[in-house]
């Protein structure tokens, strides 16, 4: 019995709604005729010929008509003939002059919803038929569009028709403008080298239409489903794996679309820095030119995207997607004031004020931009930090087991690092001010008190461009003259004791052989790197200095000159180059120069279009040790 009941509640529920809905006249007998529920008896396509032509005319035009003549149940917002430009999507004789697809998805559909959508009290959320989210306002509002007074709720066999005063315009997601930027360009060079070739290649691109969401009307003369409403899942993998999925409608993300011309041209630079060895063609056919166009495009595509969710404090510095992928926490951001600890190579770059107004679109901000705001450097040529204690030492042996590149050193390497924590004195040995400088380093002791070891680094990722090269070293005293307190946090170095002896050595570079017999393989011996200040193959550290506040200097940096990479190894498994150090100590200059030398890092600053020469950092002069004064180190070794 509650079945019963609850079936027929239903049922009248429905009946209800239905008369509610159609119900245009009291009399019984209309209760029977379906034609007096309706306001117009016929298709919604046959209500658009007699109220709105003009776009009736493009609904045929561009094939249309068949669906909104169909059993489907539809709302169309229709634009009166005074409502849009018809000229802009038909010529003289009713022929389409636009592209089909884009109408249809952009003009078309961008005022059709499926299912009857009434006005009333309420205001309405919904799907148009282009999958973008359509609203439809208690008091007639659609878009931009407001409803013809007495042209409204006008019901069909198939649905409901609505007048409207103008064209709802479309709303473009960033994906979509990415598209629309590359149509209005006027580049020659567009087809082949854009934004938009690179996201819309189906290599990368590859949507795939979900059809139990999707809905179709029969099947074409090949037996295939004709879908009139296609639900696409999109899928593209480049954006997928910069976390920029532009096409998401419910996303907020700004993205920067150069034009294709600007592309062309950081794409170029890019080019030349993505030169790979030619030993990658013979490891696989075409390799090296696939790798170049791989990274080349993904190089001229860094920090285009930002999502605005994850950009709580966007005034002060702005993060890309590429944010802490894999990267030292201050580079894929760019800042507008000058945050804590930032590197002092980092330069204040505000770059949406160099990107004019943006773009409103469905899911976030565009800014379409002839130059890109960012440099080169900024943007993909970086630098390049090689950490001594990061398992960065070259131990590769020959045929016969004999080392290549790391000869007469201890192999047990020993790393430290912490935070020495230097005091300033002035004149009268009272205390001025206190600084903390923190400090990691391999020790490279060599096999005997009496050779000379020789060390290699392989240095990763490097492209083939011109960097300036610096070494970063730690005094040996660091070391050596080290002395716990018991029962304290601290270690104290005592200068009166202290071991002053500065490192003196060869830098040499080794790369891979881009020709010939031996080609993919690094040659027997490296080519000496000239010391910029002296113009001698020898470079020396210094042993003790104070910087200008009085402070002891820790990591000691040693500018060793400019070198031009050949190939590019950005990417691959097997480095390209392998920097050396020769200790260059005789005999007779053991007591003045150390040969265990205590290596920090190695760092790789890169040189935009080749670069000018920089200055030269003066050598730091000796300190004035004073006897009794401790400098203190914090406990902080692992």
Same mark, same amino acid.
């Given at each position: ?106 003009? @078309? ?54 007048? &409207? ?44 239409? &979900? ?42 993300f700004i993205a920067i679309i150069p034009s294709a ?17 030619? @030993? ?61 600890? /930032? ?40 630098? @390049? ?77 490097? /492209?083939?461009?011109?960097?300036? @090269? ?67 193959e020898v470079f020396e550290t210094r042993g003790f ?33 392998i920097l050396q150090l020769q200790t260059y100590i ?53």
């Amino acid at each position: 019995m509650n079945k019963i009941k609850n079936t027929f509640r239903a049922g009248f529920a429905v009946a209800a709604g239905l008369v509610a809905m159609y119900s245009c006249t009291d009399t019984w007998n209309d209760h029977y005729d379906a034609t007096a529920m309706l306001d117009y008896n016929g298709t919604t396509m046959q209500a658009l010929e007699e109220k709105a032509p003009n776009f009736a005319k493009v609904v045929k035009a561009y094939g249309y008509e068949r669906e909104l003549a169909s059993d489907n149940v539809y709302t169309i917002w229709a634009p009166t003939n005074d409502g849009f430009n018809v000229s802009d999507y038909l010529d003289s004789n009713g022929k389409m002059i636009a592209d089909s697809a884009e109408v249809v998805k952009e003009f @078309i559909k961008n005022h059709i919803a499926r299912y009857a959508i009434s006005l009333n009290t309420v205001d309405q959320t919904f799907s148009l038929m282009n999958e973008k989210r359509g609203s439809f306002t208690s008091d007639g509002q659609f878009g931009i569009a407001k409803v013809i007074p007495g042209q409204t709720n006008i019901s069909c066999k198939n649905g409901v028709l609505h007048l &409207i005063d103008a064209a709802s315009p479309y709303s473009f997601n960033l994906f979509e403008m990415v598209d629309k930027q590359y149509r209005d360009d006027t580049y020659a060079g567009k087809d082949t080298c854009s934004l938009r070739y690179f996201l819309y290649d189906p290599v990368n691109n590859q949507d795939s239409l &979900i059809e139990n969401k999707s809905v179709s009307r029969g099947v074409d003369e090949n037996g295939e489903k004709i879908w009139v409403d296609s639900f696409v899942m999109r899928n593209n993998t480049v954006l997928k794996n910069v976390d920029a999925k532009l096409y998401e409608e419910d996303s907020s993300f700004i993205a920067i679309i150069p034009s294709a011309k600007a592309w062309a041209e950081r794409y170029k630079i890019a080019e030349s820095l993505l030169q790979f060895n030619p @030993i990658e063609d013979q490891r696989s056919p075409g390799a090296c030119d696939s790798l170049l166009h791989h990274y080349a495009n993904n190089f001229a595509m860094t920090d285009l995207f930002y999502n605005q969710n994850a950009n709580e404090h966007w005034q002060d510095s702005l993060k890309s997607t590429l944010y802490g992928m894999r990267s030292p926490w201050y580079e894929h951001v760019y800042y507008s004031k000058m945050p804590k600890d /930032l590197p002092e190579d980092v330069q204040l770059n505000d770059i949406l004020s160099k990107c004019g107004d943006p773009v409103e679109c469905s899911n976030g901000k565009a800014y379409i931009v002839d130059e890109y705001p960012f440099s080169v450097t900024e943007q993909f040529f970086k630098k @390049i930090k090689v950490r001594a204690n990061a398992g960065s030492i070259n131990v590769d042996l020959d045929a016969s087991g004999k080392d290549l590149f790391t000869k007469n050193v201890n192999k047990s390497f020993r790393s430290d690092r912490g935070t020495f924590t230097t005091v300033a004195y002035d004149t009268l040995g009272n205390v001025t001010s206190r600084k903390a400088i923190n400090y990691e380093y391999v020790d490279i002791v060599p096999t005997t008190k009496s050779v000379n070891p020789n060390v290699g680094f392989d240095i990763p990722n490097t /492209l083939s461009g011109t960097y300036d @090269i610096y070494l970063v070293t730690c005094p040996i005293w660091l070391m050596s003259s080290r002395e716990y307190v018991s029962g304290s946090n601290f270690y104290t170095i005592n200068f009166d004791s202290v071991d002053v002896r500065p490192y003196r050595f060869y830098s040499l570079i080794y790369e891979r052989e881009n020709e010939g017999k031996n080609l993919g393989e690094y040659p027997s011996s490296g080519k000496r790197m000239k010391n910029p200040a002296t113009g001698e193959e020898v470079f020396e550290t210094r042993g003790f200095v104070r910087d200008e506040e009085g402070h002891v200097v820790i990591n000691d940096t040693t500018y060793l000159g400019s070198w031009t990479f050949k190939n590019a190894y950005y990417g691959r498994n097997d480095e390209g180059v392998i920097l050396q150090l020769q200790t260059y100590i005789t005999s007779k200059q053991t007591d003045e120069y150390s040969r265990e030398m205590l290596i920090s890092s190695i760092i790789l600053k890169p040189r935009e279009d080749g670069g000018e020469e920089i200055e030269i950092p003066a050598a730091g002069g000796e300190a004035n040790m004073r006897k009794g004064i401790q400098s203190i180190t914090s406990n902080t070794r692992k």
